[in-house]
Nanobody
């Protein structure tokens, strides 16, 4: 069974930084495009960032462009989300997701993903 384990959430002051990690196990990491999504209380889950299999294609939500960076280390089977200049409105549970693909694409749609992590809480205080 494919497993995604997220780490790195926590409480940070506005303007601060956090780095989330997501490790994919029990499968071949390079067969998967990866994505990060978030869900705030009472809101729908929304797209944050995505990266293709090789790391050459990245896609960001407008709300995080210039502040967040998605990356991956294929040798470590891990994807990352570096979050800088955090704002209170970034507070949410952050989820990583994996999509099996043979393409070079990254994916922004929730429905495209096959596997999900358990989520990690990010809280940004003002």
């Amino acid at each position: 069974q494919v497993q995604l384990v997220e780490r790195g959430g926590g409480l940070v002051q506005a303007g601060g930084s956090l780095r989330l990690s997501c490790t994919l196990s029990r499968t071949t990491f390079t067969n998967y495009a990866m994505g990060w999504f978030r869900q705030a209380p009472g809101q729908e889950r929304e797209f944050v960032a995505a990266i293709n299999r090789s790391g050459s294609d990245k896609n960001y939500a407008d709300s995080v462009k210039g502040r967040f960076t998605i990356s991956r280390d294929n040798a470590e089977n891990t994807a990352y989300l570096q979050m800088n200049s955090l704002k209170p409105e970034d507070t949410a549970v952050y989820y990583c997701a994996a999509r099996f693909t043979t393409t070079r694409n990254s994916f922004a749609l929730i429905s495209r993903y096959d596997f999900w992590g358990q989520g990690t809480q990010v809280t940004v205080s003002s």
